[in-house]
């Protein structure tokens, strides 16, 4: 959609968007560090919901026009069901994706037991802690940033596939773990390509927040009950054969359906 957004103040040139890639790393970094020595590990994943901060002052400051740079618009409500359906579908190829790699290369125990830890619903605040920064705020927040702000100037400056692929490498840089990196890139270049297709966030909103709240609730369902879906090691074959061709076939629909948007 790169002809249609014209150069205008909601498009910020690539050196400011670098600079504020910057400062959002150190802002996150420090604010985390601080949240887990006062709260605790949970505490933390306020980081993740607070990483727009700086990119929205920026934005405040310099009198940007909020809703156009950050790529706020609405999509059709068959646009929105469809992206439900992918969300689905990503998160089951997704998920055995993240369990072959891991099977191959397993994350030390240290850290697998601290995201264990992290993710793991032990009261009734931990689940309103968890959906409100981990699903909610943290689906807005980071879709607001790497596909409303970042991909946007880098599609303008670029072109779209390479606003696309950046933008999904710095998504998964700033979670700073090595090992869901691949895993959280391939998201990030389907997150891009619904924000491309629409012209809006809304479907990389609902993807994002809809496969973190799966991602908390596969992990605290035991696994006993969860054989039907897969093993530690594996998801059966069916789903994922099943995930691959819904995916394929939805996606060609949502190409058609958001391909009025380029008429």
Same mark, same amino acid.
């Given at each position: 959609?790169?002809?249609?957004?014209?150069?205008?103040?909601?498009?910020?040139?690539?050196?400011?968007?670098? =600079?504020?890639?910057?400062?959002? %790393?150190?802002?996150?970094? @420090?604010?985390? #560090?601080? +949240? !887990? &020595?006062?709260? *605790?590990?949970?505490?933390?994943?306020?980081?993740?919901?607070?990483?727009?901060?700086?990119?929205?002052?920026?934005?405040?400051?310099t009198r940007r026009p909020f809703l156009r740079t950050f790529r706020i618009a609405p999509i059709s409500a068959v646009?929105?069901?469809?992206?439900?359906?992918?969300?689905?579908?990503?998160?089951?190829?997704?998920?055995?994706?993240?369990?072959?790699?891991?099977?191959?290369?397993?994350?030390?125990?240290?850290?697998?037991?601290?995201?264990?830890? =992290?993710?793991?619903?032990?009261? %009734?605040?931990?689940?309103? @802690?968890?959906? #409100?920064? +981990? !699903? &909610?705020?943290? *689906?807005?927040?980071?879709?607001?940033?790497?596909r409303g702000l970042i991909q946007r100037t880098l599609e303008h400056y670029r072109d779209p596939a390479m606003g696309?692929?950046?933008?999904?490498?710095?998504?998964?840089?700033?979670?700073?773990?090595?090992?869901?990196?691949?895993?959280?890139?391939?998201?990030?270049?389907?997150?891009?390509?619904?924000?491309?297709?629409?012209?809006?966030?809304?479907?990389?909103?609902?993807?994002?927040?809809?496969?973190?709240?799966?991602?908390?609730?596969?992990?605290?369902?035991?696994?006993?009950?969860?054989?039907?879906?897969? #093993?530690?090691?594996?998801?059966?074959?069916?789903?994922?054969?099943?995930?691959?061709?819904?995916?394929?076939?939805?996606?060609?629909?949502?190409?058609?359906?958001?391909?009025?948007?380029?008429?």
């Amino acid at each position: 959609m790169q002809g249609s957004e014209v150069q205008d103040s909601s498009i910020i040139k690539p050196g400011q968007m670098a =600079l504020l890639l910057v400062f959002t %790393f150190i802002f996150v970094l @420090l604010f985390g #560090s601080i +949240a !887990v &020595l006062l709260g *605790g590990p949970k505490l933390g994943l306020l980081s993740e919901s607070l990483v727009i901060l700086p990119a929205v002052v920026y934005v405040v400051i310099t009198r940007r026009p909020f809703l156009r740079t950050f790529r706020i618009a609405p999509i059709s409500a068959v646009l929105a069901g469809q992206t439900v359906l992918i969300t689905l579908c990503t998160f089951v190829l997704g998920d055995a994706l993240d369990r072959l790699i891991h099977r191959f290369f397993p994350m030390p125990e240290e850290w697998l037991e601290a995201l264990v830890s =992290l993710m793991t619903i032990d009261s %009734f605040g931990d689940a309103v @802690l968890l959906f #409100s920064s +981990a !699903v &909610l705020m943290a *689906g807005i927040a980071e879709e607001m940033l790497f596909r409303g702000l970042i991909q946007r100037t880098l599609e303008h400056y670029r072109d779209p596939a390479m606003g696309i692929v950046l933008s999904s490498v710095f998504f998964a840089l700033v979670h700073f773990n090595p090992w869901t990196a691949i895993q959280i890139t391939l998201l990030g270049l389907v997150l891009g390509y619904l924000t491309w297709r629409t012209g809006s966030i809304l479907s990389a909103v609902i993807l994002h927040s809809v496969n973190n709240l799966l991602s908390i609730v596969l992990l605290n369902i035991p696994e006993q009950r969860l054989s039907w879906y897969g #093993s530690e090691n594996h998801v059966h074959w069916p789903w994922i054969a099943a995930a691959l061709l819904v995916f394929i076939v939805t996606v060609r629909s949502f190409n058609r359906r958001s391909g009025e948007l380029f008429d």
